[in-house]
C-alpha cells in the first residue's frame, strides 16, 4: 500500500522558518490530491494546504502568506514551506494522499511535531 512519511519537524522560534518534507512511496504525486493537516493539543485536525493532480494549490486563511506547500513529482516529495512562524503554529503536521477516486484510500502519514516557542 501507499505509504507517507513526514520529516523536517523539531523547535524553532517565533518568526522563524522550517520546511516540511513528505516522501510517499510510488508514483503517486501525478493523480493523487494531496495535502497537510495539522493537530494541536487539545484541538481537532485541520486543514492547512492542499494541492491537485493539476497543481492548483490551497491554503488555510490561517495560514495564507505564510506557508507555502508544493511538489517534486519526480521524487514524489511533497513540502510545506513554513515562514513567520507563531505559538499557535505548533502542532503534529500530517501528510495526506486521497486516492479514493482511483480505488484507493485515504492515505496518512504518522506525523512531524512541530513547536514554535522561545
Known amino acids: 500500500q501507499v505509504q507517507l512519511v513526514e520529516s523536517g519537524g523539531g523547535l524553532v522560534q517565533p518568526g522563524g522558518s522550517l520546511r516540511l518534507s513528505c516522501a510517499a512511496s510510488?508514483?503517486?504525486?501525478?493523480?493523487?490530491?494531496m495535502g497537510w493537516y495539522r493537530q494541536a493539543p487539545g484541538k481537532q485536525r485541520e486543514l492547512v494546504a492542499t494541492i491537485i493532480s493539476g497543481g492548483n494549490t490551497k491554503h488555510a486563511d490561517s495560514v495564507k502568506g505564510r506557508f507555502t506547500i508544493s511538489r517534486d513529482i519526480a521524487k514524489n516529495t511533497m513540502y510545506l514551506q513554513m515562514n513567520s512562524l507563531k505559538p499557535e503554529d505548533t502542532a503534529v503536521y500530517y501528510c495526506?494522499?486521497?486516492?479514493?477516486?482511483?480505488?484507493?484510500?485515504?492515505?496518512w502519514g504518522k506525523g512531524t511535531l512541530v513547536t514554535v516557542s522561545s
Open positions: 510510488g508514483s503517486i504525486f501525478s493523480i493523487a490530491t
Open positions: 495526506n494522499a486521497d486516492l479514493r477516486s482511483y480505488g484507493g484510500l485515504n492515505y
